[in-house]
């Protein structure tokens, strides 16, 4: 597509459900992202994927926290059961070739724990 | 990880004014871009600079690699140009700084 999309953009659910977020990068981008921001905060990263290798889950902050990236293309970052302290806005990037080239962000989705 | 710190935090502006926002870093990166988070949240980019200067419209970007810092340049301030300026740096995944939060008043 023109640019990154996520979906959906906005989501509560209630603590203790799983969620998916999707994103789908730009068209022939090879690494992709996921960040999280809290209000007020500037944007913590979670996991990178590249072309075919290995993702970085450096970044992920416990166990429920899980992503994949299907086809080279799409990623779903799922969260199990799910805390207050996971309401945030969760943004997906991607780039044409890694780190080194330039970085083009989604919209976001919005989680709210309630 | 590499450390990204920004000055000012906070900044206001009456319109028309210029500004200087300044990103400093710990090591030597192969990517460095600015964004500006607009009020409804979408980051949009505005340079993406490892190295020497741009220019778009009233705004500029400068990173001294060898220095470690880069410093963006808001000429001639709009009330448009308010919310929260990023600096990213990245050998690996881009490390965000915590941000300059920019108010321009009329």
């Known amino acids: 597509g023109a640019g990154v999309s996520q979906s959906p953009s906005n989501k509560v659910t209630e603590k203790g459900k799983d969620v998916e977020l999707r994103c789908d990068p730009i068209s022939g981008h090879t690494a992709l992202y996921w960040y999280r921001q809290s209000l007020g905060q500037g944007l913590e990263f979670l996991i990178y994927?590249?072309?075919?290798?290995?993702?970085?889950k450096s970044g992920l902050p416990s166990d429920r926290f899980s992503a994949e990236r299907t086809g080279g293309s799409v990623s779903t970052l799922t969260i199990q059961r799910t805390q207050q302290e996971d309401s945030a806005v969760y943004l997906c990037?991607?780039?044409?070739?890694?780190?080194?080239?330039?970085?083009?962000f989604g919209q976001g989705t919005r989680l709210t724990v309630v | 990880g590499i450390q990204v710190e920004q000055s000012p935090p906070d900044l206001i502006l009456q319109e028309g004014a210029n500004s200087t926002l300044r990103c400093n870093f710990s090591?030597?990166?192969?990517?460095l871009q600015w964004f500006h988070q607009n009020p409804w949240g979408q980051l949009i980019n505005l340079f993406y600079i490892p190295s020497g200067t741009k220019q778009n419209g009233r705004l500029s970007a400068t990173t001294v690699a060898t220095e470690r810092y880069s410093l963006l340049y808001i000429s001639s301030s709009q009330t448009t140009d308010s919310g929260v300026y990023f600096c990213a740096v990245a050998l690996y995944a881009l490390n965000f700084g915590k941000g300059t939060s920019l108010l321009v008043t009329p």
């Open positions: 994927f590249q072309g075919n290798s290995a993702p970085d």
């Open positions: 090591d030597s990166v192969n990517n």
């Open positions: 990037a991607s780039t044409q070739l890694g780190p080194d080239t330039e970085a083009f």
